[in-house]
């Protein structure tokens, strides 16, 4: 592209910009309202990519850890009551018969 062209088209998309940030102000209310779901979605975006983003990290990070501990201490309780309801039961693990008495 001609550096010519590129003043040309940055001059139209400027004055385009301004004339409606201008007319922005003027819309009626119903149009604002219809609007509102892309600006919200755009003030999303912004507040991600702002300073919220540590916080934002912050919690997804204590959470998980928080899932992990949870998890792993449900595990540990289910085994450990297992391995007592086992050991009610069976009196022997193994039993060994000899065919000679060995000795």
């Known amino acids: 592209m001609s550096r010519r062209l590129e003043n040309f088209i940055?001059?139209?998309?400027?004055?385009?910009?301004?004339s409606e940030?201008?007319?922005?102000?003027?819309?009626p209310l119903k149009t604002r309202l219809l609007s509102l779901p892309d600006n919200l979605?755009?003030?999303?975006?912004?507040a991600w990519r702002g300073r919220?983003?540590?916080?934002?990290?912050?919690?997804?990070?204590?959470m998980?850890?928080?899932v992990i501990t949870t998890v792993?201490?449900?595990?540990?309780?289910?085994?450990?009551?297992?391995l007592q309801y086992s050991l009610?039961?069976?009196?022997f693990d193994a039993k060994v018969d000899f065919a000679d008495d060995p000795g």
């Open 41 to 46: 979605i755009m003030a999303g975006k912004g």
């Open 10 to 18: 940055l001059r139209k998309v400027t004055s385009r910009l301004d």
């Open 64 to 66: 998980a850890s928080l």
């Open 72 to 82: 792993l201490a449900y595990a540990v309780g289910l085994s450990g009551a297992f």
């Open 52 to 62: 919220e983003r540590v916080l934002a990290v912050f919690a997804g990070v204590f």
């Open 21 to 27: 940030n201008k007319r922005s102000k003027k819309l």
């Open 88 to 91: 009610q039961e069976s009196i």
